[in-house]
């Protein structure tokens, strides 16, 4: 059974820096797209940065620049560095893990709220 087991979030004043982790068990996943989505309160969910098989990167405009994401396949684990964090990106953070639409796998989110 896979899971995914999310850590890293919690409370930071504007400017800040968090670094999340997703850890990921009951499989391999090397060849596995592991990135992130976030919801806010009222808003659908959306993706935040993402990194493919092959190490290739994606961010979402309004983070490039200041989220960095990374993975460590030995560990099956994926790391989001966010620095110079704004009051907008206050959120529920979500690990996810793919291959198809049919093999995907999300984690149970962890939270990050930035103060002014």
């Known amino acids: 059974q896979v899971q995914l087991a999310e850590s890293g979030g919690g409370w930071v004043q504007t400017g800040g820096s968090l670094r999340l982790s997703c850890a990921a068990s009951?499989?391999?996943?090397?060849?596995?797209?592991m990135g992130w989505f976030r919801q806010a309160p009222g808003k659908e969910r959306e993706f935040v940065a993402g990194?493919?098989?092959?190490?290739?990167?994606s961010y979402r405009g309004s983070v490039e620049g200041r989220f960095t994401i990374s993975r460590d396949n030995a560990k099956n684990t994926v790391y989001l560095q966010m620095n110079s964090l704004k009051p907008e990106d206050t959120a529920v953070y979500y690990c996810?893990?793919?291959?198809?639409?049919?093999?995907?796998?999300w984690g149970q989110g962890t939270q990050v709220t930035v103060s002014t």
């Open positions: 009951g499989g391999t996943f090397s060849s596995y797209t």
């Open positions: 990194m493919n098989w092959s190490g290739i990167s």
């Open positions: 996810n893990v793919h291959k198809s639409r049919t093999d995907e796998y």
